[in-house]
T-cell receptor, first 115, second 114 residues
Framework: AQKVTQAQTEISVVEKEDVTLDCVYE???????LFWYKQPPSGELVFLIR??????QNEISGRYSWNFQKSTSSFNFTITASQVVDSAVYFC????????????FGQGTELSVKP | EPEVTQTPSHQVTQMGQEVILRCVPI?????FYWYRQILGQKVEFLVS????????KSEIFDDQFSVERPDGSNFTLKIRSTKLEDSAMYFC????????????FGSGTQLSVL
């Protein structure tokens, strides 16, 4: 069975600190996809990244970076120099090749960035 | 950027009543989904829809739920007889392809069953 675990329920940092959100997943499939979504206080789900299981190269997008390690089944998300606007709930999600848009979400990590 | 539109943003109903949640997916998308999020909990898959039929559904999506694409633009979720535990945020999503493409989510409909 597929499962996504985000052990950190809440994180609070002060602006400009770096913060890493952890995501650990379980799947028996060899081909799968991992996602991060952001849910700001307004409630919508905003796509951040999609990574397939064959691409372990880390990715950087501005202040955001993602570290994918198949050996530990982790797909961690780091925000560098956090800002108040980064305050949101962040969800990690998993889907396999055959399940299309059926995403299995983690519980989410609520990030609070204080000025 | 094109977006998925959901109406209404909030819906309050009495237990046992029927509700219809409406969504307008992005126009060139072919795959449509409903997810829900009970307050404070994770987002859960309900159903996927392609080529005018259900592709997959979760255990949550029982006989009380149905989906329809009544015309070329709308995608609806109907709950026939609402229960208190149906209170949640319901998200519609769409994508261009099946292979775990990027899902575009709407802003959600907050359903409150009293």
């Amino acid at each position: 069975a597929q499962k996504v675990t985000q052990a950190q329920t809440e994180i609070s940092v002060v602006e400009k600190e770096d913060v890493t959100l952890d995501c650990v997943y379980e799947t028996r499939d060899t081909t799968y996809y991992l996602f991060w979504y952001k849910q700001p206080p307004s409630g919508e789900l905003v796509f951040l990244i999609r990574r397939n299981s064959f691409d372990e190269q880390n990715e950087i997008s501005g202040r955001y970076s993602w570290n994918f390690q198949k050996s530990t089944s982790s797909f961690n998300f780091t925000i560098t120099a956090s800002q108040v606007v980064d305050s949101a709930v962040y969800f990690c999600a998993l889907s396999d090749r055959n399940q299309g848009g059926k995403l299995i979400f983690g519980q989410g990590t609520e990030l609070s960035v204080k000025p | 950027e094109p977006e998925v539109t959901q109406t209404p943003s909030h819906q309050v109903t009495q237990m046992g009543q029927e509700v219809i949640l409406r969504c307008v997916p992005i126009s060139n998308h072919l795959y449509f989904y409903w997810y829900r999020q009970i307050l404070g909990q994770k987002v859960e898959f309900l159903v996927s829809f392609y080529n005018n039929e259900i592709s997959e559904k979760s255990e949550i999506f029982d006989d009380q739920f149905s989906v329809e694409r009544p015309d070329g633009s709308n995608f609806t979720l109907k709950i026939r007889s609402t229960k208190l535990e149906d209170s949640a945020m319901y998200f519609c999503a769409s994508s261009t392809g099946k292979r775990s493409e990027k899902l575009f989510f709407g802003s959600g409909t907050q359903l409150s069953v009293l």
